[in-house]
């Protein structure tokens, strides 16, 4: 399915945004799905930080990513966490803050794998990744 035809229901799902900025925003996931399947079908291997706030752009990833190995890493961390992290990094998403999106990114999905930020620095994580790869792969 192409993303240009996104069901208004799924335009919606993230009311505090304008439209306008919806419609760039449309714009802008379309470009990264389709740079992501690009890079994959030109033999890259990626590893893509991407925060899953909205269902149907998932679901059109997902749908891209057919006949591709991919996996999909859950980077837990609580609210509160989140909170103070994106505090302490002076800088908030163009979607707003953490806590607009929070509850989207952990409902529902299926996640491959799952990590935890607040328990496992970023060099722990990274192991964890590497040793499930491999797992997946030997």
Do not use: W
Request: with cysteine; net charge positive; aromatic share 10%.
């Amino acid at each position: 399915p192409s993303i240009k035809t996104i069901p208004k229901k799924y335009c919606n799902e993230n009311k505090n945004l304008s439209d306008l900025i919806q419609k760039s925003l449309v714009k802008v996931i379309a470009g990264m799905n389709e740079s992501i399947v690009t890079y994959l079908r030109l033999g890259n291997n990626l590893i893509v930080d991407y925060i899953l706030f909205n269902k149907f752009f998932l679901k059109n990833l997902r749908d891209n990513l057919k006949g591709y190995d991919v996996f999909f890493v859950k980077v837990q961390v609580s609210l509160e966490t989140a909170n103070k992290r994106e505090q302490e990094r002076n800088n908030i998403c163009p979607l707003g803050p953490v806590s607009t999106y929070y509850s989207q990114v952990y409902d529902g999905l299926d996640y491959d794998l799952v990590v935890d930020s607040e328990k496992n620095s970023s060099h722990e994580i990274a192991i964890q990744i590497k040793n499930f790869i491999e797992k997946r792969y030997i």
